[in-house]
């Protein structure tokens, strides 16, 4: 069996189908294949089962990469709004959970169904289960040898994701297929993924598994001021998901408890001379669930910071240490939960290889890559489903 399209989209996901879907619309004769049993799989899990679709606030900054520059071009050309547009368009109801951070309201299946609509409607070929055995080029082609037989086609998209959450069809195909073509892939690592903690640590905190609240942490220079979750397994919630993607193995994380005071120092000071017959522990338990707060003390009593039974008898190098400690507990995680829970894949096809205008290879204008299989990682927060829709838009209007 022999088959041509203009162009062959390889992985349906988020930027796969909104690149099949643009492309098509403009009259291209598209072919969207993937090696999974179901489209946008990622897409349903993502945002806990309502897909933060977008973040409004989406600016260069909000993203890693070595050629911090490349991401502006395709954020430029397809704004969030533009996205909101066509989920008002079809009717799906979201909310801003966060500032600028839209979700859907009720199912992530409404962002999956309108981009299976739209691919409809286009009149995109997808195939669904199809393996690629081989891809070769031409001078101005691309022809694959597939499951489906052959197929020839003027031009191909990769959009086939990281190496995150293998579960749900994840490989590094897309990497092996870079590199076939002399690209540069730059390291990868699991990014916006859980901490694991040394048993010393574990043993405290994993009984707190379920406990929330908000912290400040900060590694290599970056700081957020988020949620920090307790699990069985180690640290994990909105802020400590960030700062993984700026952390490296064996780095030091420091993690403020108390973001909020203004001046833990004297609030402690005051509390002595307000509270004299009172423990400190006590106050804690009032800014901290209590079982953290009884866990924190336990936790710098043994690095040496003991405190008195009664608030008056400490001295001022003991309330120093305290808010010290309070504002800067220093720990070294384990490391990650790695791939299996990874929102993203940090790293990637080097992306100075690559047009920032059409997404073609330079020198190789048939192969283009989008999305996540590029060296552009998103924050937490919608960042890395606008770059899914801005680089497959992008591309696809270049096609």
């Known amino acids: 069996m022999s088959k041509t399209a203009d162009v062959v989209i390889i992985g349906a996901g988020a930027a796969g189908l909104m690149c099949a879907a643009t492309a098509s619309y403009q009259g291209r004769h598209v072919l969207l294949l993937d090696h999974s049993d179901k489209p946008a799989k990622k897409v349903l899990m993502s945002g806990g089962g309502r897909c933060n679709f977008t973040n409004l606030n989406t600016t260069p900054a909000n993203f890693i990469s070595a050629n911090p520059y490349f991401c502006i071009s395709a954020l430029k050309r397809y704004t969030p709004h533009d996205f909101l547009e066509l989920v008002e368009r079809h009717g799906i109801d979201y909310v801003e959970k966060g500032p600028g951070q839209l979700f859907c309201a009720n199912s992530s299946k409404g962002i999956q169904q309108l981009l299976l609509t739209e691919a409809d409607w286009a009149g995109v070929d997808l195939r669904m289960k199809t393996s690629i055995n081989s891809v070769t080029t031409t001078a101005d082609s691309v022809q694959l040898s597939t499951s489906l037989g052959t197929i020839d086609a003027g031009a191909l998209v990769v959009a086939t994701g990281g190496l995150s959450i293998p579960t749900l069809g994840a490989t590094g195909w897309g990497y092996d297929l870079a590199r ?220």
């Open 180 to 399: 076939q073509f002399g690209l540069d892939v730059l390291p990868t690592s699991a990014g916006l993924v859980p901490f694991t903690l040394h048993p010393e640590l574990k043993a405290h905190l994993a009984p707190l598994s379920g406990l929330s609240c908000t912290v400040s942490v900060t590694c290599n220079g970056q700081t957020f001021t988020e949620p920090l979750l307790i699990t069985h397994r180690g640290l994990s919630g909105p802020a400590l998901l960030q700062i993984s993607s700026y952390w490296q193995a064996g780095d030091e994380l420091s993690i403020n408890w108390l973001p909020h005071a203004n001046n833990l120092l004297n609030d402690l000071q005051q509390l002595r001379l307000q509270h004299p017959r009172a423990h400190f522990g006590s106050w804690l338990g009032e800014q901290l669930p209590k079982r953290l707060a009884t866990a924190l003390i336990n936790l710098l009593e043994e690095q040496g910071i003991k405190l008195p039974e009664r608030n008056a008898d400490a001295s001022n190098n003991q309330l120093e240490a305290l808010a010290n400690a309070l504002e800067n507990w220093v720990f070294k995680p384990a490391g990650t939960e790695g791939y299996r829970t990874a929102e993203v894949t940090l790293g990637g096809i080097d992306t100075q290889q690559i047009s920032s205008q059409t997404f073609a290879v330079k020198n190789l204008e048939q192969v283009r890559f989008i999305g996540e299989v590029l060296d552009v990682t998103g924050q937490l927060g919608g960042y890395n489903f606008q770059w899914a829709w801005a680089s497959a838009v992008a591309c696809a209007k270049n096609l």
